[in-house]
C-alpha cells in the first residue's frame, strides 16, 4: 500500500486507463497545459498530446454535446465540467442524450462518456458554487452516479468506470481533494454496486456519501467513547444503490442516520429511509434519521454557511435521537 492525494489518485486513474486505451480523450476548462484548476489533469497534455486531452470554451452545452457525439461514434470521452452547479447549463445533453441515447436507439449504439465534476461546500463558494447535486442525477434512468469519499474510492471506481459502456457521472468533493489516503501498489478495479463498510458496529448504521463519510467517521469515534458504536457506511456510489449492505446492516443495528451533503428534501436520504421503510420496516427499532443541508441556498458567510451545511456535531445529535427511541 502507498499514500496518495485523492488529486493524485483521480490522475492515476486517468493516466493507467488512457495508456490502456488510446479511445479515452479528456475535455474541459483548462484540462490541458493548466493541468486542471485543481492538478486533477496534470501532466496528461505533456504525455498524450493536444489531440487526447483538449482545452474547451466556457461553454458546458457544447462541450457535454461534443462529448456525447465523440461516445457515441466510438471514443471513450472524459469530459470535465468544472462546477456541479454548471451542469444545469448542459442538461439536455445529460439528462436526453448520455442517459437515453442508448435506449432510444434501441442499444445499437452506447454512450461509453465520463462527466467529471468537483461538488459540494465549505469553502466560501456561495449559492452557485457549493452545491451538492447527486440526487437529481440519481432520479434520471440510464445513469452511473459516483460519489467517492476516498483516494482508494477514486480510483478504484474511475477505472472501472472508464472500461463501461455506461455513461456516468464522477462527483469529487472540493473538500476531498488535498486529503489522503492509502491504495494498493497493483491495479485494482472496485464494483459499482457495493458499498463499503468503514467501521463495524452493532447500536446504529451511519450511511454516508463523499466528504461526509470523514464527519460520519469523526462522530462514530465519538460516539464510541459515549458507549455507542455506530456501523459506518461509504456509499460510493447513487446509482445503482447498494440496498443490500444497507440492509444487512440496520437488520444488525436496528437504527438507521443517512448523511448526505445535498438539501434535506427529495435527497439521497429520502429515497434511502423509503427504501428501508418498503424492505425492511421490521427492522427498525427507531424512525430513521436525515443529516443533510438545510433546504436553503449555501450562504457565503462562513457562519452562516457552517449553520446550513451537516456536521459531526449534527450526525452526533441524530444518533442519540434514535437511541432514545
Not at 4 to 17: C, D, G, H, S
Not at 84 to 104: H, P, Q, T
Not at 217 to 245: C, F, H, S, Y
Request: proline letters at 5%; one cysteine or more; glycine letters at 10%.
Amino acid at each position: 500500500m502507498r499514500e496518495v492525494t485523492f488529486v493524485q489518485a483521480i490522475n492515476e486513474a486517468l493516466r493507467e486507463e488512457m495508456r490502456k486505451n488510446p479511445d479515452i480523450i479528456l475535455m474541459g476548462q483548462d484540462v490541458g497545459v493548466a493541468g486542471g484548476v485543481r492538478g486533477v489533469t496534470k501532466g496528461l497534455y505533456e504525455e498524450f498530446g493536444e489531440e487526447r486531452v483538449r482545452d474547451t470554451p466556457i461553454s458546458e452545452a457544447t462541450t457535454a454535446g461534443v462529448g456525447v457525439g465523440l461516445a457515441i461514434t466510438g471514443m471513450r470521452p472524459v469530459v470535465e465540467i468544472m462546477y456541479s452547479d454548471f451542469l444545469g447549463i448542459c442538461m439536455d445533453e445529460v439528462m436526453n442524450k448520455m442517459a437515453k441515447w442508448r435506449y432510444m436507439h434501441g442499444s445499437t449504439m452506447s454512450v461509453p462518456m465520463v462527466l467529471r465534476t468537483s461538488c459540494g461546500g465549505g469553502f466560501g463558494g456561495a449559492a452557485e458554487h457549493s452545491q451538492s447535486l447527486e440526487a437529481l442525477f440519481m432520479h434520471i434512468p440510464g445513469l452511473r452516479v459516483a460519489y467517492p469519499a476516498t483516494p482508494y474510492d477514486a480510483k478504484g471506481l474511475l477505472k472501472t468506470l472508464l472500461r463501461e459502456d455506461n455513461p456516468s457521472l464522477f462527483f469529487e468533493h472540493r473538500l476531498l481533494y488535498r486529503t489522503k489516503g492509502m491504495i494498493p501498489e497493483e491495479e485494482y478495479y472496485l464494483p459499482l454496486d457495493k458499498a463499503e463498510i468503514m467501521k463495524e458496529g452493532t447500536d446504529v448504521t451511519l450511511v454516508a456519501i463523499g466528504f461526509q463519510v470523514g464527519n460520519a467517521l469523526n462522530a462514530a469515534q465519538k460516539l464510541q467513547e459515549q458507549g455507542i458504536k455506530a456501523e459506518v457506511i461509504d456509499l460510493r456510489m447513487v446509482a445503482p444503490l447498494d440496498k443490500r449492505t444497507i440492509l444487512t446492516s440496520v437488520e444488525k443495528t436496528g437504527r438507521l442516520v443517512v448523511v448526505e451533503e445535498g438539501v434535506k428534501t427529495g435527497g439521497v436520504g429520502a429515497e434511502i429511509g423509503a427504501i428501508v421503510a418498503e424492505e425492511g420496516l421490521f427492522l427498525l427499532r427507531a424512525p430513521v434519521k436525515r443529516v443533510a443541508s438545510l433546504d436553503l441556498p449555501i450562504p457565503y458567510s462562513p457562519p452562516m454557511e457552517k449553520y446550513v451545511l451537516p456536521n459531526s456535531e449534527k450526525i452526533i445529535a441524530a444518533v442519540k435521537a434514535v437511541m432514545l427511541d
